[in-house]
């Protein structure tokens, strides 16, 4: 639970700070910024809902997980930097992957919980 709070927070500022919002897209060379910042506030509530309620939690797991992946590629590409800046997204990708492996483990409990209920029900 705890973990879709990084994304739903992300989400929300998506939508209440649009402004700031649009200026990030647009500082990462996303354009049109509109669509960027629509299509990952959409990425971030869909994907937290389907882990939130375990429908389809495999799903929202590897949506957010892409979404991570892709923002370290995009955006923290530390290997292309130098100095502060560098070390400042090298620390956000570790931050990015480690959250990754949260939802691969989240998605794996999900998934050993329901063989279980299914086997012992």
């Given at each position: 639970m705890l973990i879709l709070l990084l994304f739903l927070s992300s989400g929300f500022a998506k939508v209440f700070d649009y402004e700031n919002s649009l200026a990030e897209m647009r500082a990462a060379g996303l354009n049109p910024d509109w669509f960027f910042n629509l299509a990952s506030a959409i990425v971030l509530f869909a994907g937290s809902i389907l882990v939130l309620f375990d429908r389809y939690l495999w799903l929202g797991a590897g949506a957010l997980?892409?979404?991570?992946?892709?923002?370290?590629?995009?955006?923290?590409?530390f290997w292309n930097m130098t100095g502060d800046k560098a070390m400042l997204s090298m620390y956000f990708a570790i931050e990015h992957t480690s959250v990754i492996g949260g939802l691969m483990a989240t998605a794996m409990a999900s998934h050993f919980r329901a063989l279980w209920k299914k086997f012992n029900s």
């Amino acid at each position: 639970m705890l973990i879709l709070l990084l994304f739903l927070s992300s989400g929300f500022a998506k939508v209440f700070d649009y402004e700031n919002s649009l200026a990030e897209m647009r500082a990462a060379g996303l354009n049109p910024d509109w669509f960027f910042n629509l299509a990952s506030a959409i990425v971030l509530f869909a994907g937290s809902i389907l882990v939130l309620f375990d429908r389809y939690l495999w799903l929202g797991a590897g949506a957010l997980a892409t979404f991570l992946f892709l923002t370290i590629v995009i955006v923290h590409t530390f290997w292309n930097m130098t100095g502060d800046k560098a070390m400042l997204s090298m620390y956000f990708a570790i931050e990015h992957t480690s959250v990754i492996g949260g939802l691969m483990a989240t998605a794996m409990a999900s998934h050993f919980r329901a063989l279980w209920k299914k086997f012992n029900s």
